[in-house]
């Protein structure tokens, strides 16, 4: 376990729907990091969050939005759902630790859209 | 962040050191090298890191040139449970929590 949360660990739905990953972050980590991995694909980063505010957005799509809460767990919101979409979704926490930054990823949830 | 260099396949002998290679001839002074890994369908792993000088823990040892522009991964003992697709990163370790960026890796597979 490696403190990263994510829920939940698989999801079937059909297109054109709507999901939301959860992800809470090891106690302490105020950043959370997502990240997409598609099928024999490299991994992607999405967004990153820190207590509570967007700091940085990579290639994520219109149809895809997220959010940190007071709590620091986030959510990620999937709408308009493609067959494109099926791949696996990382979130990842980091805390400041000397003089680097430790990242910690969470075992991921597994999207597919059918 | 530097831009990193990492054969796409190797394989290794069971039992044998696995040296992994990573080329990143672009590296500034003030830029880290990280070793994470991915265990099939896995979240990605932290395994090592280091500045400039060889770096050694538990699960494996780092070695950088002295000009700093490529890096060894050595893994001593391999296992079979060490297959996995392993990313050399190149980075500013400063204050901002950037994420990671992750390239395509090195998959490894032990052999038994």
């Known amino acids: 376990d490696s403190g990263v949360t994510q829920t939940p660990k698989h999801l079937i739905t059909a297109t054109g729907q709507r999901v939301t990953l959860r992800c809470s972050p090891r106690?302490?980590?105020?950043?959370v990091y997502w990240y997409q991995q598609s099928l024999d694909q490299g991994l992607q980063f999405l967004i990153h969050?820190?207590?509570?505010?967007?700091?940085a957005k990579g290639n994520i799509l219109e149809r895809f939005s997220a959010q940190q809460f007071p709590d620091l767990h986030s959510e990620l919101n999937l709408s308009s759902l493609e067959l494109g979409d099926s791949a696996l979704y990382f979130c990842?926490?980091?805390?400041?630790?000397?003089?680097?930054?430790?990242?910690?990823f969470g075992s991921g949830t597994r999207l597919t859209v059918v | 962040d530097a831009k990193t260099t990492q054969p796409p396949s190797m394989d290794c002998a069971e039992g044998r050191a696995a040296n992994l290679p990573c080329n990143h001839s672009?590296?500034?002074?003030?830029?880290?090298v990280y070793w994470y890994r991915q265990i099939h369908s896995q979240g990605p792993q932290y395994i090592i890191h280091?500045?400039?000088n060889n770096e050694t823990n538990e699960m494996a040892s780092l070695i950088i040139t002295e000009d700093r522009k490529s890096s060894t991964l050595i893994l001593p003992h391999a296992t079979l449970r060490d297959t996995a697709v392993y990313y050399c990163?190149?980075?500013?370790?400063?204050?901002?929590?950037?994420?990671?960026?992750f390239g395509s890796g090195t998959q490894l597979t032990v052999l038994p």
């Open positions: 990842a926490s980091s805390v400041m630790t000397g003089s680097n930054y430790g990242y910690t």
């Open positions: 280091g500045l400039k």
């Open positions: 672009t590296i500034s002074g003030n830029e880290y």
């Open positions: 969050y820190y207590n509570g505010e967007e700091r």
């Open positions: 106690s302490g980590d105020l950043s």
């Open positions: 990163i190149v980075r500013v370790a400063q204050s901002s929590a950037r994420q990671l960026t």
